[in-house]
C-alpha cells in the first residue's frame, strides 16, 4: 500500500540551527500539507502546497519557514533558525484532490528537538 | 482559537462494549468532518468522515454522528476491541480552504 514516508523520524539541533525535514508523498498525489504538533497539544496545520506554489499557510507558518518541492518526488519543510518552541513532531500529508472528503495520507512525522 | 473542541482526554471501554467519543465546533462553514485515529510513533491514520448535509455514516463498526444544530459529532465504536486502543482525533474541514482543524484528541483505552 503506497505510504507517506517522512525522514529524519527525529533530529536534535541547537537553537538558531536550520533544519530541513523532508517527505516524499504518495506519487499520484497532487497536494501536500505539513502539520506539527507540539507535545500535549493539537495538530496544527501550517500549510498547503500544490502545483508548486503555497496554497494556504497559518500564522505558525511565518518567514521562518519555507516549503519546496525539489525534484518531482521530495517535499521539504526548512526552518531557517530554529527555536525552543519549534520542537515538535512534525506530519507531512498529501492527498490526490481538494475536493472530496478532505481525507488526508500523514506520514509517521518527524520528532524535532530544539535545545 | 479552539474550533474544534474534544473534552475528554481520555475514555476507557471494556472490551465488546459500545465506545463512544465526542466532538464539538464552533464553527459554521465546516462542510466535511474527520475522524482520524493515532498510535504512538505513528501518523494520524483516518478512519471515517462524514458530510456536512448527511447526519450519519457508517462503516464496519464505526458510526459517526452529526448533530448540526447542536454543532456536535460523536464517533460510536462498536463492539470495541483492545487494537482500538490509540488516540482518536476529530477534524473539520473549512468549506473554502483545505486546511484540517483538528481537536486536541481523546485517547481511548480498550481493556480486555
Known amino acids: 500500500e503506497p505510504e507517506v514516508t517522512q525522514t529524519p523520524s527525529h533530529q536534535v539541533t541547537q537553537m538558531g540551527q536550520e533544519v530541513i525535514l523532508r517527505c516524499v508523498p504518495i506519487s499520484n498525489h497532487l497536494y501536500f500539507y505539513w502539520y506539527r504538533q507540539i507535545l500535549g497539544q493539537k495538530v496544527e496545520f501550517l500549510v498547503s502546497?500544490?502545483?508548486?506554489?503555497?496554497?494556504?499557510k497559518s500564522e505558525i507558518f511565518d518567514d521562518q519557514f519555507s516549503v519546496e518541492r525539489p525534484d518531482g518526488s521530495n517535499f521539504t519543510l526548512k526552518i531557517r533558525s530554529t527555536k525552543l518552541e519549534d520542537s515538535a513532531m512534525y506530519f507531512c500529508?498529501?492527498?490526490?484532490?481538494?475536493?472530496?472528503?478532505?481525507?488526508?495520507?500523514f506520514g509517521e512525522g518527524s520528532r524535532l528537538t530544539v535545545l | 482559537d479552539q474550533q474544534v473542541k474534544q473534552n475528554s482526554p481520555s475514555l476507557s471501554v471494556q472490551e465488546g462494549r459500545i465506545s463512544i467519543l465526542n466532538c464539538d465546533y464552533t464553527n459554521s462553514m465546516f462542510d466535511y468532518f474527520l475522524w482520524y485515529k493515532k498510535y504512538p510513533a505513528e501518523g494520524p491514520t483516518f478512519l471515517i468522515s462524514?458530510?456536512?448535509?448527511?447526519d450519519k455514516n457508517e462503516d464496519g463498526r464505526f458510526t459517526v454522528f452529526l448533530n448540526k444544530s447542536a454543532k456536535h459529532l460523536s464517533l460510536h465504536i462498536v463492539p470495541s476491541q483492545p487494537g482500538d486502543s490509540a488516540v482518536y482525533f476529530c477534524?473539520?474541514?473549512?468549506?473554502?480552504?483545505?486546511?484540517?482543524?483538528f481537536g486536541k484528541g481523546t485517547s481511548l483505552l480498550v481493556t480486555p
Open positions: 462524514i458530510s456536512s448535509i448527511k
Open positions: 502546497f500544490y502545483n508548486n506554489e503555497i496554497s494556504e
Open positions: 477534524a473539520a474541514r473549512p468549506n473554502s480552504g483545505y486546511a484540517l482543524n
Open positions: 500529508a498529501s492527498n490526490p484532490l481538494a475536493t472530496g472528503t478532505g481525507e488526508l495520507f
